[in-house]
């Protein structure tokens, strides 16, 4: 069974600084992706960030960074230099298998200016 | 251009009405999805269309009806609702063609009320 979990229900960062938002997974597929959300208070799912469950690397895109640790089954998103506009829910998910994405209950990041 | 349009923003229905949900992306995407979230709550899967066939229906009441009339449109029916159906119901699409990634593309979502 495939499974994600999110520990940490709120966090706050200062403006400016990097913060790690945790995720953890479980599944017996040997060929799986992990993928960051960003949902504003608007209600609307932003992709963030996607790392393969064979990638070498790290997965980046701009501010945003995922630290993959695979023996460890974690997927942590950095998010650095911190902006207002970062204020949001953001979800982990676990995905593909057939089609169903499972998805993490998600962190409430708060940035504090 | 990943952008996926979901109309009304907003619905307020009867629990006698009938209303539809219309969700359009023309990414080329192949596989649709409809999810319903509760507040502060992550997304649930409610059902997927691939290649505009019906995949997966996570035993949705059948006061919902979804329909994939072509590539691009999906529509969610909706139909004798109960309040507790209120909610915010999201519409994804993914490229099936893409060999990585297969992240989903989201709407902005609708806020259904049912009085």
């Known amino acids: 069974a495939q499974k994600i979990t999110q520990t940490q229900p709120g966090m706050f960062v200062q403006e400016k600084e990097a913060v790690t938002l945790d995720c953890t997974y479980d599944?017996?597929?040997?060929?799986?992706?992990l993928f960051w959300y960003k949902q504003p208070s608007s209600g609307e799912m932003i992709f963030l960030i996607y790392?393969?469950?064979?990638?070498?690397q790290n997965a980046t895109e701009g501010r945003y960074s995922l630290n993959f640790q695979k023996a460890r089954k974690s997927a942590n998103l950095v998010i650095s230099a911190s902006q207002l506009g970062d204020s949001a829910m953001y979800f982990c998910?676990?995905?593909?298998?057939?089609?169903?994405?499972?998805f993490g209950t998600g962190t409430r990041l708060k940035v504090l200016a | 251009d990943t952008e996926v349009t979901q109309t009304p923003k907003h619905l307020v229905m009867g629990m006698t009405n009938k209303k539809s949900l219309k969700c359009e992306q023309h990414?080329?995407?192949?596989?649709m999805y409809w999810y319903k979230q509760k507040a502060k709550k992550p997304p649930e899967l409610m059902f997927v269309?691939?290649?505009?066939?019906?995949?997966i229906n996570e035993s949705v009441p059948s006061r919902f009806s979804p329909e994939c009339p072509n590539s691009s449109l999906l529509n969610l029916h909706l139909h004798a609702l109960q309040p507790e159906d209120s909610a915010l119901y999201l519409c994804?699409?993914?490229?099936?063609?893409?060999?990585?990634?297969?992240?989903?593309?989201f709407g902005p979502g609708t806020r259904l009320t049912v009085t």
């Open positions: 790392q393969g469950s064979y990638d070498q």
């Open positions: 269309y691939s290649y505009e066939k019906l995949s």
């Open positions: 990414m080329g995407h192949r596989a």
């Open positions: 599944t017996s597929d040997p060929s799986y992706g």
């Open positions: 998910a676990l995905g593909p298998g057939t089609y169903k994405y499972i």
């Open positions: 994804a699409s993914r490229d099936d063609r893409a060999s990585l990634g297969y992240e989903q593309y």
